[in-house]
């Protein structure tokens, strides 16, 4: 199965070409060229679109934007190509990349996604459970580093590919392939142009 992996909920957006578990290519740059990384990867791989089987998508959480980015991509890759699409949550592919270490996403607002008791929450970095001795990894990890280190955590360089979702992680934990259309994103909270119509009201 040939899978082209996308992730744009964050800062770092990725892509990546996996043909059965096997990294053909992977980039890392902006939402926007998503589309552009992906049909590059194919060339230097010797395919083309229509040798895809499948597509991978990281669902967040993160930018609304970006992920909206990513979900508007997918889908209209999924419409023209006739393939089957499946979510993959970006803190689960950060986890992926980091075994045994926190997935921790800058959720703006100074605030960050993190998972707590199996749910992907947004919380204040202060008020985020930190088990001393563990790493936390990702865009939020990095951001709130004196806290978590603070707290006991342990935070890798800032350098580290450990903070990046990388797509190939998306790839190899893809499963329940299916329409475009049922692959839901996951924002958490309502973006920012809700709350102030809320708060209007």
């Known amino acids: 199965m040939l899978i082209l992996a996308i992730d744009t909920a964050t800062d770092a957006a990725t892509s990546a070409l996996v043909l059965d578990g096997k990294v053909l290519g992977e980039r890392r740059s902006a939402a926007v060229r998503v589309l552009a990384d992906a049909d590059e990867l194919l060339v230097e791989a010797g395919l083309t679109p229509r040798d895809l089987s499948a597509l991978a998508l990281g669902t967040g959480p993160g930018s ?27 803190l689960a592919a950060l986890a992926a990349g980091a075994p045994g270490a926190v997935p921790v996403v800058d959720a703006k607002r100074k605030e960050v996604f993190a998972v707590v008791d199996g749910e992907a929450r947004a919380l204040a970095p202060e008020h ?51 329409a475009a259309e049922l692959v839901q994103p996951q ?13 209007r009201a």
């Not at 563990?134 to 990890?141: E, F, K, P």
């Not at 924002?187 to 809320?198: L, T």
């Open 187 to 199: 924002y958490v909270r309502a973006p920012d142009a809700v709350r102030r119509v809320e708060a």
């Open 64 to 90: 609304f934007t970006g992920v909206r980015i990513g979900l508007a991509a997918a889908r209209g890759l999924a419409l023209v190509l006739d393939v089957p699409v499946a979510g993959v949550s970006t």
């Open 128 to 178: 985020f459970a930190v088990e001393a001795g563990r790493s936390y990894v990702g865009d939020g990890a990095l951001r709130y580093r004196a806290v978590l280190e603070e707290l006991g955590g342990v935070v890798p360089p800032k350098d580290s590919e450990l903070h990046t979702p990388h797509a190939r992680f998306h790839a190899l934990l893809a499963r329940d392939f299916g």
